[in-house]
């Protein structure tokens, strides 16, 4: 089946730190979002992006949806403690088909 | 605001050993999914249905059954459990037709199979 790969695996970083993180397909995707994951909770969305080039912000989160659609980049600005967790990318094949695809994860450490 | 329920949170089973993971969503979300999360591996999709009565097998189905008897519950039955399905099982929901993409996750049942 379809894969996404996202890098880094982990990044242990200080806070006040600015992260990147990005996601690849081998397929091309209709819709890309980011989730994150707080330790022993389920993952929430965080961002959404529907359109090809989409710059998409959310505080200190941006997203962007790659021209290709096949990828797709997160980035987090003057991180804080509360940024911890694991982050997936998703891909949504078309509007409406609720069936997402999940990447492998980021999982963001911040060392204090 | 109960959203996504899941039980049990934990389970220990042994090899060969039956079992159902419960889920239930108060939001009449017609969407229903199950995902498993293994180390590097991301979340994938184990079972799904897009209404009552109506369900599908997603990338992992093997070993797994589901049914959806009702809008609310989504119950995932593991038959004859192997260690390969030691694991952290999430159920999701979303309504259909709505182009958001966002699912609405439980806070997952943590599987153990020795």
């Known amino acids: 089946g379809q894969q996404l790969n996202q890098s880094p695996q982990s990044m242990f970083i200080q806070e006040g730190e600015d992260v990147s993180m990005n996601c690849t397909s081998s397929?091309?995707?209709?819709?890309w979002l980011w989730y994150k994951q707080d330790p022993g909770e389920g993952p929430v969305l965080l961002i959404a992006?529907?359109?090809?080039?989409e710059l998409t912000s959310n505080g200190r989160l941006t997203a962007q949806f790659g021209i290709t659609r096949k990828d797709s980049f997160l980035n987090i600005s003057a991180s804080i403690p509360s940024d911890v967790g694991i982050y997936f990318c998703?891909?949504?094949?078309?509007?409406?088909?609720?069936?997402?695809?999940f990447g492998t994860g980021t999982r963001l450490t911040i060392i204090p | 605001n109960a959203g996504v329920t899941q039980t049990p949170k934990f389970q220990v089973l042994k090899t060969g050993q039956s079992m159902t993971l419960q889920c239930a969503q108060d939001m009449n979300h017609e969407y229903m999914s199950w995902y498993r999360q293994d180390p590097g591996m991301g979340l994938r999709l184990i079972h799904y249905?897009?209404?009552?009565?109506?369900?599908d097998q997603g990338e992992v189905p093997n070993g797994y059954n589901v049914s959806r008897s009702t809008t609310e519950d989504f119950p995932l039955r593991l038959l004859s459990a192997a260690p390969s399905q030691t694991s952290v099982y999430f159920c999701?929901?979303?309504?259909?037709?709505?182009?958001?993409?966002?699912?609405?996750f439980g806070e997952g049942s943590r599987l153990t199979v020795l």
């Open positions: 397929s091309i995707f209709n819709t």
């Open positions: 998703a891909g949504q094949l078309y509007f409406g088909n609720e069936k997402l695809t």
């Open positions: 999701a929901s979303s309504p259909t037709g709505v182009t958001t993409g966002e699912l609405f």
């Open positions: 992006l529907y359109k090809a080039g």
């Open positions: 249905s897009v209404g009552a009565g109506i369900t």
